[in-house]
């Protein structure tokens, strides 16, 4: 499984940096993760409007770049948030937390993770297709409100980048042609796939608590959510938004009726 394949898995990346914004946004202000795209970034995940922008970079033996689109709205949330009043305050501890994160999923060491800075939202998207992408749409309830790449080189780019070991040599080995055969293996159907279990999880609404508040709970405590009554609940896989629904009850059992698909559209990877 390549390291794009293990990111893509777990969504870890993603969880990471938009637990770190939730930490500075304040319990008002939920972000959901969408579904992961490996196409660079276009109109389907990304705010409208004018947007603003922050990466990290790492290097070493291991080239990756972590960048954070935002809308105009939410970048002014953030500002008015964050510790020293700047956009960067509010993101550079959370794109900090996104790249830590994928040098522990490579397990690689001697890794280095620039300092957080500011860029042009429209470079960065002209720029988006150099190596294997994740891009992720993060929502508050419905509305897109940034967009979440990670942008991995491919193994053999981040080799020629380290160099090799100064008078070493380079053999280029040829392969011969093949005669005869089946030049592709038989496709397998996803269907192979079929009986793998996920995790399905219904969330009905969240809140943040001090640990005082949550030493103070006793029984017939009310915790008070984020929604109204009445509003749709959000089905994750794996910490992914990708379905709403109403609760109904089945047979004196809990379940959901699902009202709305949140998935990318069928060009997406």
Same mark, same amino acid.
């Given at each position: ?10 969504n ?5 940096v938009?637990a770190?914004?939730?930490q500075?946004?304040g ?12 196409e ?12 603003r922008?922050?990466?990290? +970079?790492?290097s ?10 935002? %809308?105009?709205?939410l970048?002014? +949330? ?7 009043g700047?956009?960067? %305050?509010?993101l ?19 890794? +280095? ?5 500011e860029?042009?939202?429209? &470079? ?6 150099g190596?294997?992408l ?22 053999s780019a981040? %080799?020629?980048?380290? &160099? ?14 093949l ?7 038989e ?18 609404g ?10 103070s709970?006793t ?19 794996? %910490?992914?938004?990708?379905a709403?629904?109403e609760?109904?009850?089945i047979?004196?059992?809990?379940g959901i ?10 060009g997406?990877?």
């Amino acid at each position: 499984m390549t390291l794009i394949e293990e990111l893509a898995a777990t969504n870890d990346v993603a969880m990471q940096v938009t637990a770190a914004l939730e930490q500075v946004l304040g319990e008002d202000v939920i972000l959901s993760v969408g579904l992961p795209r490996q196409e660079p970034p276009g109109p389907e995940v990304l705010p409208d409007g004018d947007l603003r922008s922050a990466l990290v +970079t790492l290097s070493g033996p291991l080239h990756a770049q972590v960048t954070f689109l935002a %809308g105009a709205e939410l970048a002014a +949330t953030l500002e008015q948030r964050s510790p020293d009043g700047s956009l960067l %305050g509010a993101l550079g501890p959370a794109l900090t937390a996104g790249a830590q994160e994928i040098v522990r999923v490579a397990r690689a060491e001697g890794v +280095t993770v620039s300092a957080p800075a500011e860029a042009d939202p429209a &470079g960065l998207l002209a720029s988006a297709a150099g190596g294997e992408l994740l891009v992720y749409p993060l929502l508050v309830g419905s509305d897109r409100v940034a967009c979440l790449v990670v942008d991995v080189a491919p193994a053999s780019a981040a %080799g020629e980048a380290a &160099g090799a070991p100064a008078g070493a040599s380079v053999a280029r080995h040829e392969f011969p042609t093949l005669d005869g055969g089946p030049l592709h293996a038989e496709v397998r159907p996803l269907m192979l796939l079929a009986d793998v279990e996920m995790g399905v999880t219904a969330e009905l609404g969240r809140r943040r608590m001090s640990v005082r508040e949550l030493l103070s709970l006793t029984p017939g405590s009310v915790i008070e959510l984020d929604r109204a009554a009445g509003s749709p609940v959000d089905v994750l896989v794996n %910490g992914t938004l990708i379905a709403r629904g109403e609760v109904v009850v089945i047979d004196e059992e809990f379940g959901i009726r699902i009202s709305e698909i949140v998935a990318a559209d069928a060009g997406a990877h």
